[in-house]
């Protein structure tokens, strides 16, 4: 039915780059913010990058500067940007679209699978 399909995930050493795809099928998500999340072993599921539907942008502080978000409506897609990527930035990174650009509402989320993303040292 409705999926959201992440890719670009992988292992990369610290100071690297990646960067995450996601593609929508199934319905468009043209009203609703999309964006990304990211949940390490034993953390929490938080946000990282999110877009509202007219382009305003949510950076989490952890990242900022180094993390930078794009989207494109008539694609269907989201693509996060990763450079000079630490170790902490290890986590099961998931594509996200919802209500909020700033959190998780239940009832509302819709998840990709999880990319997984490994920056060694």
């Known amino acids: 039915q409705v999926q959201l399909q992440e890719s670009g995930g992988g292992l990369v050493r610290a100071g690297g780059s990646l960067r995450l795809s996601c593609v929508a099928s199934g319905r468009t998500f043209t009203g609703y913010a999309m964006g990304w999340y990211r949940q390490a072993p034993g953390g929490e599921r938080d946000v990282v990058a999110t877009?509202?539907?007219?382009?305003?942008?949510h950076i989490a502080d952890s990242v900022k500067g180094r993390f930078t978000i794009s989207r494109n409506h008539t694609r269907n897609m989201v693509q996060l940007h990763m450079n000079k990527l630490y170790p902490e930035d290890t986590a099961t990174y998931y594509c996200?679209?919802?209500?909020?650009?700033?959190?998780?509402?239940?009832?509302?989320?819709?998840w990709g699978q999880g990319t997984q993303v490994t920056v060694s040292s």
């Open positions: 877009m509202a539907p007219r382009g305003e942008t």
């Open positions: 996200h679209a919802g209500i909020s650009m700033y959190h998780q509402t239940t009832g509302y989320d819709n």
